[in-house]
């Protein structure tokens, strides 16, 4: 018997926004508002103990380290650490906000995960992800990589990869381009990996506003180190279209689980074909809802992140779509979901959720959490504390309370007490869940 768990990102101390994710258009629209990390970190834990209280196995991924004064280090900045930011924030500001950025609360981009089920030496197995497309997200791979190895920290059961080069050609942003199918989830699933563009072909179809940040060459390799079945994989394009438009991810025009597959109309290039394909390798028992154009309009579907949601399987059978707030709010996506639970076509529920300060800076439901397929005995053989349960999330209220301010703007970033308060924060958190010294100032 197997399960899936959640892992969601837990929002680090210095949210903010910098509207540095170029093709995000929520991130670039809140660039410079005033930012809540505290009620930002609240309400992701709250969201993780509402989905625990459904009977769901919900875990907590720890954030990265902010700011990243090695790597301003890099750049030749020197002195004590309050010079270092006094330095960048005089003479390299964009650096700096670079380096304080709290994206890692979006665990769907950390790495793929593929389960012991699909895997060949069945192990499950995690390649984090080298986000090669922005720098503020290329410098997470390494602490990635540490707190996923303190989090499953059992070879026997667990096998890690190192993220693929960092380059143009090799870009990688991990789960939100990466979808399981199967009918049970201890059984051999199909894993389907939806790539923007070819790395090293030219001639093929592209986006031409924004970047297409997940390639070919990147999935196809990731899917060769898990040890994948190839007549297991489906390989699907992104339409480049949506992605001019601001769908930079997979995750934010289709979700599937188990054997449903849950998209909009436009959501992928060849989309008959990919239907086609997905079909012969589910043994023609893949349920697609297809959303129409006429009834969800791209740009609803960005504003309102209906398809960056989460679709669970519940212990009573139920199947829920965990949606943003926003989803109710606008009027279309509201009256189709409202047809989609009258249609009764496999999605019976609906949870909706306050996400506001993650839904700003560019982050739904999904984008926030890694999904793990365990087993009981994968799930004996990883660290228990970073799974959640009521006394965690005491312990994680109590501890944003002390740690994380209420207010933060980009004129916060050159204050030295914040880098103080992080790092403060951070060590706390990670006796809190047992994760070692994952952090760079812990090495020192």
């Not at 602490?143 to 960092?166: E, G, K, V, W």
């Not at 143009?168 to 059984?187: K, P």
């Not at 504390?385 to 209420?406: E, G, N």
Request: charged share 15%; with cysteine.
């Amino acid at each position: 018997m197997a399960h899936e768990a959640n892992f969601d990102g837990l929002v680090g101390p210095t949210h903010n926004y910098s509207g540095l994710s170029t093709g995000n258009i929520a991130s670039l629209t809140y660039s410079q508002q005033v930012s809540n990390p505290k009620m930002a970190a609240l309400q992701g834990l709250n969201k993780m103990q509402a989905l625990a209280n459904l009977g769901l196995i919900q875990g907590v991924i720890a954030p990265q380290m902010r700011p990243d004064i090695k790597m301003l280090r890099r750049f030749g900045f020197n002195g004590s650490d309050r010079s270092v930011l006094q330095q960048a924030s005089q003479h390299a500001p964009k650096l700096l906000t670079s380096c304080y950025s709290a994206s890692s609360m979006w665990a769907a981009n950390a790495a793929t995960v593929s389960p012991s089920a699909d895997t060949k030496d069945r192990r499950i197995h995690f390649t984090p992800a080298n986000l090669a497309s922005h720098f503020h997200r290329s410098i997470e791979y390494q602490t990635t990589a540490r707190i996923l190895a303190a989090m499953f920290n059992d070879d026997n059961y667990f096998c890690h990869h190192q993220s693929l080069p960092t380059s143009e050609q090799l870009g990688d942003e991990g789960a939100a381009n990466h979808t399981r199918f199967c009918s049970q989830y201890e059984e051999q699933g199909v894993e389907m990996f939806v790539f923007g563009r070819y790395g090293f072909d030219f001639n093929q179809a592209s986006p031409s506003n924004y970047p297409a940040r997940q390639t070919y060459e990147a999935s196809a390799a990731i899917a060769r180190l898990h040890q994948l079945d190839p007549q297991q994989v489906v390989m699907a394009q992104q339409n480049p279209l949506l992605i001019d438009q601001g769908v930079f991810h997979n995750d934010v025009i289709a979700v599937g689980n188990k054997q449903t597959l849950f998209c909009h109309q436009h959501a992928f290039l060849n989309q008959a074909d990919v239907y086609l394909e997905l079909q012969q390798k589910m043994d023609g028992k893949l349920a697609i809802i297809e959303v129409p154009d006429n009834q969800v309009s791209i740009n609803d579907a960005i504003s309102s992140y209906l398809f960056n949601s989460q679709l669970v399987t519940l212990p009573s059978g139920d199947v829920s779509l965990i949606l943003p707030q926003q989803c109710r709010d606008n009027p279309h996506v509201w009256q189709y979901i409202q047809q989609l639970l009258q249609a009764k076509r496999g999605i019976n529920r609906i949870d909706f959720f306050d996400l506001n300060q993650s839904m700003q800076n560019g982050g739904g439901p999904a984008c926030l959490r890694l999904r793990v397929v365990l087993t009981e005995a994968e799930r004996h053989a990883m660290n228990p504390a970073v799974l959640l349960t009521d006394t965690l999330f005491k312990r994680l209220q109590q501890w944003i309370h002390l740690h994380y301010r209420d207010r933060l703007v980009e004129d916060d970033l050159a204050d030295p007490a914040l880098l103080l308060a992080s790092q403060t924060a951070l060590d706390e958190l990670t006796h809190i869940l047992k994760l070692g010294s994952v952090y760079d100032f812990q090495c020192i």
